[in-house]
C-alpha cells in the first residue's frame, strides 16, 4: 500500500493516481509495503484507544494531522491524537446559575481567581452581577472563587453585606470548598443568589 501526499489517503500501490484527490502518484508517493506492514504499524500504535484506529484508516478527515510527521514518527502522532481525545473527552465546565431568573453564568476555567461583584476600579469583577435584581445589595468586590486544581472554594473579600453558603454566613477571609448544589447567596435574605454546578 500507498499513501497519497496530497491528501493522505491509503491506497493500493498499483493505481497511478489517487482516487480522493486525483494526485499523480508516480510522484514520489509514500511506500508502507504490505498490508501486513500497515496493519502492524496502525494496530501497534493505537492499541489503547479504539477511537485512533478510525482516525488513522482516513487521515485526510483530521485537520490536525500531518502526513509528513505521521510518516516520520507516528507513535508521537497518535500520541497527540489520542492525548488531544482524552481533554476534549474530560472536558469540564463550571457554572452559576442564578436562582431568581435562571441565568446561566460560565465560570472562566482559565482563570485562577474569579472576582464577583460590580463594576469598579480596584478589581474589576470577572462575574458581573450588576445587572441581576437586587443587585444593590452586593459589593463592588464582594467575593472570590479560587480555582486550585480540580478544587473550587469561595471567599468574601470583605462585603457589606456578607456572602452566605446554604444559608450559612461565610466568615471574612475564610474559604469554602464548593461542591455542586451549594447555593451561594451575595447578601442577606437570599436576594441574590446562585447554585454551584461541576460538571
Do not use: W
Request: hydrophobic letters at 35%; one cysteine or more; glycine letters at 6%.
Amino acid at each position: 500500500m500507498i499513501i497519497c501526499p496530497s491528501c493522505g489517503a491509503f491506497i493500493e500501490n498499483y493505481l497511478n493516481k489517487c482516487p480522493e484527490c486525483d494526485f499523480n502518484l508516480e510522484e514520489k508517493p509514500l511506500d508502507f509495503g504490505n498490508d501486513e506492514g500497515v496493519t502492524n504499524i496502525v494496530t501497534g500504535v493505537v492499541s489503547e484507544s479504539e477511537i485512533i484506529t478510525d482516525i488513522i484508516t482516513d487521515l485526510k478527515d483530521i485537520d490536525s494531522v500531518d502526513v509528513e510527521d505521521f510518516m516520520v514518527n507516528p507513535s508521537s502522532v497518535v500520541t497527540d491524537i489520542v492525548n488531544s481525545n482524552k481533554t476534549q473527552i474530560q472536558s469540564r465546565k463550571a457554572i452559576l446559575t442564578h436562582v431568581q431568573t435562571n441565568v446561566i453564568l460560565e465560570i472562566p476555567l482559565e482563570l485562577t481567581v474569579i472576582h464577583l461583584g460590580k463594576p469598579n476600579e480596584k478589581s474589576p469583577p470577572d462575574i458581573d452581577v450588576s445587572g441581576f435584581p437586587n443587585s444593590q445589595i452586593v459589593s463592588r468586590i464582594h467575593a472570590d472563587i479560587i480555582q486550585d486544581g480540580d478544587n473550587f472554594y469561595i471567599e468574601d473579600t470583605g462585603s457589606a453585606n456578607g456572602t452566605y453558603i446554604n444559608h450559612t454566613p461565610l466568615a471574612t477571609g475564610n474559604r469554602h470548598r464548593l461542591k455542586s448544589g451549594d447555593r451561594i447567596a451575595l447578601g442577606k435574605e437570599d436576594k441574590v443568589s446562585f447554585i454551584f454546578n461541576l460538571t
